[in-house]
Each structure stands twice: as structure tokens, then as C-alpha cells.
């Protein structure tokens, strides 16, 4: 009898096959599934980045000591733009600049349509309330009345904005207010410098 015609010595070449053939579907298979949850984190990062979240570079000292110059934030660009959410008081919001739109701007929100807002020796008062604004240091006061310091109502659409460095900031009191359709996105994080990152205030 012939040493390959006993089942005992059937040549093994075929198991062997079969398993690289497995091996090898297997590799295929993990390749395709990280290029599917690659692919997949690249478009929840596009879908958050277009449509929420967009990361802007501050520029100017404005908005000491809230946001400095050169810092990296995210602003929210969806509860705006989709009415999830109104323009507040408080808002730090990005806008195009009312007398350039080529450029944009970051201000504090003071004063909602129909609010009454004075600025009186640096003083602001709205609705005839003092507005207790801890966010500007006494370093970063001035004694600058807007408009003789006599009340004025915001136009409808439209909203009244300071920066927090009052004695170094263009804002409503140098060029007006801001139409509704120019504000674009709330700021509401910081992600560089690192020792900075949190939630905006």
C-alpha cells in the first residue's frame, strides 16, 4: 500500500489553506470596520464643526479678562440659527462687523430689543436698573457716557453690545447696534491655552 493512500498521512495542505484564507478575510474584515469608524468620526467632526460647533481665534483685547488675545474657543452656531434658543442678555456672541461684514467681531450682548439702555459715566443702567457687570474689573472701567448718557431703546432686531475692556473695546457705543442677522454664534468654550480651557461664562 502507498504511503499517501492511508488516511493517517493525507496531506494537511488544504486545512492550512483554509485557515490563511480565514485569516485573511478576518484582516479584511478589521480593515474595512476601522475605515467604516474612521470615515463615520470624520463625518459626526464635519456635521459638528458646519453646523454646531466652529472653533475662531480671539483676536484683540476687547474682551479681557473674559477671553484674551490669541485664545482658541468653540461657538455654538446651531441654537441660534435653528431658534433653539434666543439672544440673552449675558450672550458672548460672534457677529459681522455692521460696517464690514468681511470682518467679525465677539462682544457681550447688553441690551435685547426693547430693552432702555444708558450709559452714564460709564455707568450702564437698563431698564433703569445699575447692571452689576462683575465680569469688568475696575482696571478696565472708563467714565465715557454714550450718547450725553441719556436712555435709548434698542430697535426691534437688533441688539445693543460692550466688550468687556470697556476702556479699549469698539463696540455699540462707537458704531451702533448690531442687526439680528449679522449674530452668528455664541461663545461657550475655550480650548487653548490649555490652563484656560472650561466653559465660557
Same mark, same amino acid.
Given at each position: 500500500?502507498?504511503?499517501?493512500?492511508?488516511?493517517?498521512?493525507?496531506?494537511?495542505?488544504?486545512?492550512?489553506?483554509?485557515?490563511?484564507?480565514?485569516?485573511?478575510?478576518?484582516?479584511?474584515?478589521?480593515?474595512?470596520?476601522?475605515?467604516?469608524? =474612521?470615515?463615520?468620526?470624520?463625518?459626526?467632526?464635519?456635521? =459638528?464643526?458646519?453646523?454646531?460647533?466652529?472653533?475662531?481665534?480671539?483676536?484683540?483685547?476687547?474682551?479681557?479678562?473674559?477671553?484674551?488675545?490669541?485664545?482658541?474657543?468653540?461657538?455654538?452656531?446651531?441654537?441660534?440659527?435653528?431658534? =433653539?434658543?434666543?439672544?440673552?442678555? $449675558?450672550?458672548?456672541?460672534?457677529?459681522?462687523?455692521?460696517?464690514?461684514?468681511?470682518?467679525?467681531?465677539?462682544?457681550?450682548?447688553?441690551? *435685547?430689543?426693547?430693552?432702555?439702555?444708558?450709559?452714564? $459715566? &460709564?455707568?450702564?443702567? *437698563?431698564?433703569?436698573?445699575?447692571?452689576?457687570?462683575?465680569?469688568?474689573?475696575?482696571?478696565?472701567?472708563?467714565?465715557?457716557?454714550?450718547?450725553? &448718557?441719556?436712555?435709548?431703546? *434698542?430697535?426691534?432686531?437688533?441688539?445693543?453690545? =460692550? $466688550?468687556?475692556?470697556?476702556?479699549?473695546?469698539?463696540?455699540?457705543?462707537?458704531? &451702533?447696534?448690531?442687526?439680528?442677522?449679522?449674530?452668528?454664534?455664541?461663545?461657550?468654550?475655550?480650548?487653548?491655552?490649555?490652563?484656560?480651557?472650561?466653559?465660557?461664562?
Amino acid at each position: 500500500m502507498q504511503e499517501h493512500d492511508n488516511p493517517a498521512f493525507a496531506p494537511a495542505l488544504p486545512a492550512e489553506n483554509e485557515g490563511a484564507k480565514e485569516r485573511a478575510h478576518s484582516s479584511l474584515w478589521g480593515a474595512l470596520s476601522w475605515a467604516r469608524d =474612521l470615515a463615520f468620526s470624520v463625518l459626526i467632526a464635519v456635521v =459638528l464643526i458646519v453646523f454646531i460647533y466652529q472653533p475662531v481665534k480671539v483676536e484683540g483685547t476687547s474682551m479681557t479678562p473674559t477671553l484674551q488675545n490669541d485664545e482658541r474657543i468653540f461657538i455654538n452656531k446651531f441654537t441660534y440659527r435653528f431658534g =433653539l434658543a434666543t439672544i440673552a442678555r $449675558g450672550d458672548t456672541v460672534v457677529f459681522w462687523y455692521p460696517q464690514d461684514q468681511s470682518k467679525s467681531y465677539i462682544k457681550r450682548v447688553i441690551g *435685547v430689543p426693547g430693552d432702555r439702555v444708558r450709559v452714564d $459715566g &460709564g455707568e450702564v443702567y *437698563v431698564n433703569g436698573q445699575l447692571l452689576e457687570e462683575d465680569y469688568v474689573p475696575a482696571i478696565n472701567r472708563d467714565s465715557v457716557s454714550w450718547r450725553d &448718557g441719556e436712555e435709548q431703546t *434698542v430697535p426691534r432686531d437688533k441688539y445693543f453690545v =460692550l $466688550g468687556d475692556h470697556r476702556n479699549s473695546s469698539s463696540d455699540s457705543r462707537t458704531w &451702533g447696534y448690531v442687526p439680528r442677522e449679522n449674530i452668528y454664534g455664541r461663545a461657550v468654550f475655550v480650548y487653548w491655552p490649555l490652563d484656560k480651557m472650561g466653559a465660557l461664562k
